[in-house]
């Protein structure tokens, strides 16, 4: 009984998520099915967004799975690979954009704004904080005599 539930428990843990990878799918060439997959892990699967395309079952993953085997197999290097693949369905295909002049807008405007806020903030704040340093001018001595004039007649 204890083998059974330790066995039981053993297949549990080591289940984990099966690349979509089919049988059909694998270069005979060790060496190069390592790079094909290695390449996959960088690659999105433009049906299930955030999932890599060895990881997703989708035709359309099927498909750029193979042409990056096809790719591999022709003797492109990695770079050529992605960059073949980023030509034909764009750069959104890339899990991790690269960082260019024509995405630095979008990579840098969050910590812009959040700078440009606490900026605002700090401002904001500054100019409503009570001018310590700013004290009245003293009363001249016509001032103070019109002064004890009005207590005096309002008492």
Same mark, same amino acid.
Do not use: H
């Given at each position: 009984?204890?083998?059974?539930?330790?066995?039981?428990? =053993?297949?549990?843990?080591?289940?984990?998520?099966?690349?979509?990878?089919?049988?059909?799918?694998?270069?005979?060439?060790?060496?190069?099915?390592?790079?094909?997959?290695?390449?996959?892990?960088?690659?999105?699967?433009?049906?299930?967004?955030?999932?890599?395309?060895?990881?997703?079952?989708? %035709?359309?993953?099927?498909?750029?799975?193979?042409?990056?085997?096809?790719?591999?197999?022709?003797?492109?290097?990695?770079?050529?690979?992605?960059?073949?693949?980023?030509?034909?369905?764009?750069?959104?295909?890339?899990?991790?954009?690269?960082? =260019?002049?024509?995405?630095?807008?979008?990579?840098?405007?969050?910590?812009?704004?959040?700078?440009?806020?606490?900026?605002?903030?700090?401002?904001?704040?500054?100019?409503?904080?009570?001018?310590?340093?700013?004290?009245?001018?003293?009363? =001249? %001595?016509?001032?103070?005599?019109?002064?004890?004039?009005?207590?005096?007649?309002?008492?």
């Amino acid at each position: 009984m204890i083998r059974a539930v330790l066995l039981a428990a =053993t297949l549990a843990l080591s289940a984990g998520p099966a690349p979509a990878v089919q049988p059909d799918e694998v270069l005979a060439d060790p060496a190069l099915e390592s790079r094909a997959r290695e390449i996959s892990k960088e690659l999105r699967c433009l049906v299930c967004r955030n999932e890599a395309i060895d990881d997703s079952n989708a %035709e359309l993953a099927r498909i750029l799975r193979l042409l990056v085997r096809e790719r591999v197999v022709a003797g492109d290097s990695d770079g050529e690979v992605i960059d073949y693949v980023v030509d034909r369905y764009g750069e959104y295909v890339l899990l991790r954009p690269r960082f =260019t002049l024509g995405n630095a807008l979008i990579w840098l405007s969050g910590p812009l704004i959040l700078a440009l806020g606490g900026f605002a903030a700090w401002r904001y704040v500054r100019a409503r904080a009570p001018q310590a340093a700013a004290q009245p001018a003293p009363l =001249t %001595e016509a001032e103070r005599r019109d002064l004890d004039a009005l207590l005096r007649d309002g008492s």
